[in-house]
């Protein structure tokens, strides 16, 4: 059942992203935190890949449509929870990014103990810039839960609660550790505030440059 809806997910994206024309993939140095994916260096040599490193798939239109990470040339590598080896987004208009939270084999993931979405929608101001509201939604696979002891009722109330805490997300989520993000712009709600959020030495100045667009 797994593997039909990952061919049936495939099919739908690669339908819904043939319109953007000729793409390219750069690729980036990333070192695991203890919480994070950071990004060293950006624009590498393919042709010598290091152990830990990011392939950023690019449209026509300068926005990014994939993110994928990788351990020694493999997504299927030990991460934390909360943390994605995979991302893909699509464009559906000028004012809508819809991310896809993916594991390592390409299957929708979602988690309710670190809150994490298989799929966020980021409806943005005309402009582009400015997020009006997130809606993340949860694909999950109740077969781990309820064999490490869940119900489907607890299944059910955690997956509420989850939800009952949601705010709209300050950020398109992992568009700090992509170089061309929306074609250079980098889209944040209303609450967002640069001193209070954490982008190391690397990634900050993309991020700055791209506020300033």
């Not at 392939?55 to 994605?84: P, Q, W």
């Not at 997300?169 to 568009?175: E, G, L, M, N, R």
């Not at 170089?179 to 709600?189: D, I, Q, R, T």
């Amino acid at each position: 059942m797994r593997h039909i809806l990952a061919i049936q997910f495939f099919l739908i994206f690669h339908i819904l992203t043939g319109c953007y024309g000729q793409t390219k993939t750069i690729y980036h140095e990333y070192e695991p935190t203890a919480s994070d994916f950071a990004i060293i260096k950006w624009n590498i040599s393919k042709d010598k890949l290091p152990k830990n490193y990011l392939a950023e798939t690019i449209d026509s239109h300068g926005r990014v449509i994939e993110l994928k990470f990788f351990e020694n040339n493999s997504s299927m590598f030990d991460r934390l929870c909360y943390l994605s080896p995979w991302i893909k987004y699509e464009y559906p208009n000028d004012t809508t990014i819809i991310e896809h939270y993916l594991n390592g084999i390409g299957l929708p993931e979602s988690g309710l103990e670190c809150e994490m979405p298989s799929k966020v929608t980021y409806h943005l101001n005309k402009d582009k810039d400015l997020i009006l509201n997130t809606q993340p939604e949860y694909l999950l696979d109740t077969t781990l839960y309820l064999a490490n002891g869940w119900t489907l009722n607890s299944i059910n109330e955690a997956l509420i609660g989850v939800k009952e805490n949601q705010k709209t997300y300050a950020i398109v989520d992992y568009f700090s550790k992509s170089k061309a993000k929306l074609n250079g712009k980098f889209p944040v709600s209303r609450d967002f505030d640069i001193k209070v959020f954490y982008f190391n030495i690397t990634e900050k100045p993309e991020i700055e440059k791209a506020l300033n667009k």
